[in-house]
């Protein structure tokens, strides 16, 4: 089976430009969340999406949005990018929206903000 | 606040050491302990985990022991390979929320 894909895996933007970033998760999971990682660093929590609906949002600025589709894909959008913004970006799925549910990670979205 | 203190890295190892990696936590309530491993330009693989206390998550010779009382979860594995190089994160998830609260990670570097 196939795990959880995201596109692209790589992309170069410059500040004030946005970008979407897509995910599509493991067969039969509901629950699409996404994490920034910068370099050096843990993964940060920002969404969690189930059943087409926000159920969790970690502490980032409104330039950060997201939607999950009737076939449980999801997009990250973020617009008026800045340097900050530079890191990978992570989509994990999970069967349920239960926290005792295992997320299972994607290889990650590697943006770069020059 | 909801916490992970990992060890920082890089730990450096030969081949078939012993193997320790310390992770503590501060949580409110009975979170859910994980151990995820990231390998060079790959994404985070789930590599163990345990529910609640007294609980031991093992996998690939990896074992690590949920400890309430020091509110601990240290990485141990008896002899390492050089496979076993990458980054090691815990991790913590609590039932009142969505998210997973991530160490700051710690690199592993194990020589032939």
């Known amino acids: 089976d196939a795990g959880v894909t995201q596109s692209p895996t790589h992309l170069i933007k410059t500040r004030g430009q946005h970008v979407t970033l897509r995910c599509s998760p493991i067969s039969g999971h509901k629950s699409v969340s996404w994490y920034q990682q910068v370099l050096g660093q843990g993964p940060q929590f920002i969404f969690q999406y189930y059943e087409k609906e926000e159920r969790g949002r970690g502490n980032f600025p409104d330039r950060f949005s997201a939607r999950q589709f009737p076939n449980y894909s999801s997009e990250l959008n973020v617009n008026a990018l800045l340097l900050g913004d530079s890191a990978l970006y992570l989509c994990a799925s999970s069967a349920a929206s239960s926290v005792q549910e295992t997320q299972y990670f994607g290889p990650g979205t590697r943006l770069l903000v020059l | ?112």
């Not at chain 2, 450096?12 to 012993?18: I, K, P, R, V």
């Not at chain 2, 949580?27 to 590599?47: D, I, K, M, N, R």
């Not at chain 2, 345990?50 to 141990?76: I, M």
């Open chain 2, 1 to 112: 606040g909801n916490s992970v203190t990992q060890m920082e890295g890089p730990v450096t190892l030969s081949e078939e050491a012993f193997l320790t990696i310390n992770c503590t936590y501060t949580a409110t309530g009975y979170p859910s302990l994980f151990w995820y491993v990231q390998y060079p330009g790959e994404g985070l693989q789930l590599l163990l985990k345990a529910t609640k206390a007294d609980d031991k998550g093992s996998n690939k010779g990896f074992e690590a022991t949920y400890r309430k009382e020091t509110t601990s979860f240290h990485l141990e594995k008896g002899s390492v390979q050089v496979s076993d190089s990458a980054v090691y994160f815990c991790a913590l998830s609590l039932q009142s929320s969505y998210k997973l609260i991530f160490g700051s990670g710690t690199r592993l570097l194990v020589r032939p």
